[in-house]
């Protein structure tokens, strides 16, 4: 399995969309056993092409802080379970999804909730 981590800072990056890059992470027996960087394409990720790209190489999870609804429709739609509102170091991010503390918030990012066009 594969989890991608939108990240800046090695953290988790609030807005999905404004990521410096996103970290991989391959996974074996429930544990990181490899890691890689993807440099993000920048502005808008339901207008990119990141969710294919994520798709192709093998990601299944997004491990996310904020994200508009055209985004996580978007990945969701490459076969890309999304999970927001996670925060802090993103290695720590991934280790407590894998045991089981981590769950999807529900929430969409609100900028893009109320009809906010991406302009990044």
Do not use: W
């Not at 802080?65 to 490459?78: F, I, V």
Request: with cysteine; hydrophobic share 40%; charged share 15%.
């Amino acid at each position: 399995m594969k989890i991608a981590v939108p990240t800046r800072d090695s953290v988790v990056d609030n807005h999905f969309g404004h990521c410096a890059c996103y970290t991989i992470y391959e996974i074996a027996d429930n544990k990181i056993v490899a890691q890689s960087t993807l440099p993000s394409p920048g502005g808008c990720g339901c207008k990119s092409n990141i969710a294919s790209v994520l798709h192709d190489m093998g990601v299944s999870v997004m491990l996310a802080g904020d994200m508009g609804d055209g985004a996580l429709n978007k990945l969701n739609a490459s076969g890309i379970k999304v999970v927001r509102g996670c925060s802090g170091d993103t290695a720590d991010v991934v280790r407590s999804y894998l045991a089981g503390f981590i769950l999807d918030s529900g929430i969409s990012c609100s900028a893009h909730a109320d009809g906010h066009v991406c302009n990044h």
